[in-house]
């Protein structure tokens, strides 16, 4: 099956700090990923679309000049908190598609991301 | 508000009785799918249903869709202890160019040994 993997899968940085998190699709070409945010006992809320060569789609109320996504290849997307502050302190979790049509998302393992 | 809403929120059984979670959602949705997420953990693809059909089976997993009503089922029979996670639905809804899904709450299941 498809695979996709997120790396660090816990990361631990001082407020002020930035903070990179890859997701990449081990196996498969991925032309849209996905970036959801996930706090503890909660459920997943999409952040942001983002499909290979063009610029990210945010949903609303997530500021894009401090998450930035990054979708360079068609394997790779990076999610760089900027400025990072406790309240980001969070389980980010991407998911990746074959392309923006297809119905099934194949999710990495999560990245853990605690702010001091 | 969210567009899936789980209930129960919490359901704990013994090994070997079945499970029955609920999911309710707000807008026309093109498909619902079903993930499982163990405790800090990614997310698992379980079943996908369209919204032309109306139940689907994958081993001890049935799922139904009642699109009047806009809501569905899980129903995992012969649960075991390693079954213990959190279950989420999520819509596609209809429309649209990316394939955005929208999660629900999730029911936590505990199945006790």
């Known amino acids: 099956g498809a695979v996709v993997s997120q790396h660090p899968s816990w990361v631990i940085c001082k407020s002020g700090t930035s903070v990179k998190i890859e997701c990449r699709s081990l196996?498969?070409?991925?032309?849209?990923m996905f970036w959801y945010r996930q706090f503890p006992k909660q459920s997943l809320m999409l952040m942001a679309t983002?499909?290979?060569?063009?610029?990210?789609?945010?949903e609303q109320g997530v500021e894009k000049d401090k998450f930035l996504i990054n979708h360079a290849s068609l394997t790779l997307s990076t999610l760089t908190v900027t400025s990072a502050h406790p309240e980001d302190s969070s389980f980010y979790i991407c998911?990746?598609?074959?392309?923006?049509?297809?119905?099934?998302?194949?999710f990495g393992p999560g990245t853990r991301l605690l702010v001091l | 508000s969210q567009q899936g809403e789980e209930d129960p929120q919490a359901l704990s059984i013994q090994e070997g009785e079945n499970a029955t979670m609920n999911c309710s959602y707000k807008?026309?949705?093109?498909?619902l799918q079903w993930y499982r997420q163990n405790s800090g953990r990614g997310l698992v693809h379980l079943i996908l249903?369209?919204?032309?059909?109306r139940e689907k089976h994958s081993g001890r997993l049935r799922v139904t869709l009642d699109t009047s009503k806009k809501s569905s089922s899980l129903l995992i029979t012969a649960s075991r202890a390693a079954d213990t996670a959190s279950y989420f639905c999520?819509?596609?809804?209809?429309?649209?160019?990316?394939?955005?899904?929208?999660f629900g709450k999730g029911t936590l299941l505990t199945v006790n040994p």
């Open positions: 999520a819509t596609k809804n209809s429309g649209g160019s990316n394939y955005k899904l929208t």
């Open positions: 998911s990746a598609s074959l392309s923006g049509l297809q119905e099934t998302q194949y």
């Open positions: 196996d498969f070409q991925a032309t849209t």
């Open positions: 807008t026309s949705i093109n498909n």
């Open positions: 249903i369209r919204s032309n059909e």
């Open positions: 983002s499909n290979e060569g063009s610029k990210a789609t945010y």
